[in-house]
């Protein structure tokens, strides 16, 4: 399961469109809440979502820290702490759940939330 979970900050890392996209499950029932905006609903609106975060000038690195998995039959949720850092060396920590189904063959991403951690 953390393995599936640290795929989807690898992809995000690299910017890798495709490798996001594989991570994904493709429905209409699908969320991802990026810290600071409104929540997007179905497969459209959140690829479309990491389109244009790709595309922006700002590149993030992620190491995550307080990784906490649960499974429960064929779901499973990971919370984890996103301690961000940008190239400009400015850094912050974001507190995400990832939820996941599993498909019969793998573990795909319903879900993302991601709320900024006061400082």
Request: glycine residues 8%; contains cysteine; charged residues 20%.
């Amino acid at each position: 399961m953390l393995a599936a979970n640290r795929r989807f900050y690898e992809a995000f890392e690299a910017r890798d469109l495709d490798a996001m996209s594989a991570l994904w499950e493709h429905s209409d029932r699908v969320t991802c809440t990026h810290p600071g905006w409104t929540t997007l609903r179905g497969w459209g609106k959140v690829a479309a979502s990491f389109f244009a975060l790709f595309s922006g000038p700002q590149q993030l690195q992620f190491v995550l820290t307080v990784e906490t998995v649960a499974v429960e039959g064929d779901t499973a949720w990971v919370t984890v702490d996103e301690n961000l850092i940008d190239p400009s060396g400015a850094s912050g920590t974001v507190a995400a759940t990832n939820v996941f189904v599993h498909d019969g063959e793998r573990w795909k991403l319903v879900a993302h939330q991601g709320s900024p951690v006061a400082s």
